[in-house]
């Protein structure tokens, strides 16, 4: 447990399997973990996470067998249609990018998450709901660790129940393949930054997530170890600190000759009832003027292509 530094061939990494919500708050681990986590996202704006609460054989059947599994599902086109799941069974396809992810809100209720499983599988899926909940139940604890450290940090620990309370959690299940329709491009997912608070990537054995360094001049390979996890801070992220964290470019690109790579995004977003990002007034004053005025986070998530970066909508 505890921080084992910084890489330089990679994101900073730290091990949290030790620690809980419940357990090793306010220890010795505890601090250093949360300096670590800190000043990873303050550089980079990411950190490789040890986490061995997910273990292989969770990380084997929901990756391994059941993604797969769902996107073979013909059934999987209904879940593009929002008038269907109006608040979940998005699916994103860019064209000319060998991608499609489907995205799931709330995969910590079992009856949102069986309700999901029986539009693939019309007889329901026990299989894939207590896979998904399971997962979704260890991923929960791990993204409320790194938000409590997170504020913290900042010294806001006393916004930490309302801040919790003002998010929801997602998850999106995403495909890559390489075939020939790719025209040889090697980039599978082009450079962006997530509009999320955090993101949490498992990359599962398939390697190709890239984060640019905080100057942008370079490409850090985020390794996909057997029991790390990529943590990625978002935009809302950002200006909710005022920028003391940093929102990541990256990309994914595909240059093994492999034919499918499948991952899971685990995120923390605003509710769908309250969706204001608001800067808390202890982050703002002379020396940090307010970056971001405040927003609303599904109304930029629908224009953000227009608009290029969270500084063009909003920016102060
Ligand atoms: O698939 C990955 O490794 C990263 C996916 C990603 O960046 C995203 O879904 O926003
Ligand atoms: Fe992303």
Not at 2 to 21: I, T
Not at 84 to 108: D, I
């Amino acid at each position: 447990m505890g921080s084992l530094g910084g890489n330089s061939n990679g994101l900073p990494k730290v091990d949290l399997s030790g620690l809980g919500p419940k357990c090793g708050l306010g220890t010795e681990a505890w601090g250093a973990a949360r300096s670590t986590v800190a000043l990873a996202l303050q550089n980079y704006g990411g950190f490789e996470v040890v986490y061995d609460r997910v273990g292989p054989d969770l990380r084997n059947e929901l990756l391994g067998q059941l993604v797969p599994e769902m996107f073979s599902k013909p059934a999987v086109r209904v879940l593009s249609d929002e008038r269907q799941l109006a608040t979940h069974g998005v699916l994103f396809m860019r064209a000319g990018l060998p991608f499609v992810a489907l995205q799931l809100a709330q995969p910590n209720c079992m009856n949102v998450v069986q309700e999901y499983a029986r539009i693939l599988w019309p007889e329901g899926n026990d299989f894939f709901s207590n896979t998904v909940k399971k997962y979704a139940g260890q991923m929960e604890e791990l993204i409320q660790m790194i938000h409590r450290m997170i504020l913290e940090s900042l010294g806001l620990e006393n916004h930490y129940d309302s801040h919790m309370k003002s998010l929801i959690n997602s998850m999106r299940f995403l495909k890559y393949y390489k075939d020939s329709s790719d025209n040889g491009s090697s980039i599978g997912l082009s450079s962006h930054q997530d509009s999320t608070f955090i993101s949490i990537v498992c990359q599962h054995n398939v390697e190709g997530l890239e984060v640019q360094t905080a100057v942008g001049d370079e490409w850090i390979y985020a390794t996909p170890f057997a029991n790390t996890f990529t943590v990625l801070a978002g935009e809302a992220f950002m200006a909710w600190t005022n920028g003391r964290i940093h929102a990541p470019i990256h990309r994914v690109k595909l240059t093994k000759p492999i034919e499918k790579r499948y991952t899971v995004v685990f995120s923390t977003t605003p509710s769908f009832v309250d969706d204001m990002i608001n800067t808390p007034e202890e982050l703002v004053d002379a020396q940090n003027p307010l970056l971001f005025k405040p927003f609303k986070y599904y109304d930029y998530v629908k224009v953000k292509k227009d608009f290029g970066s969270l500084k063009a909508y909003c920016g102060a």
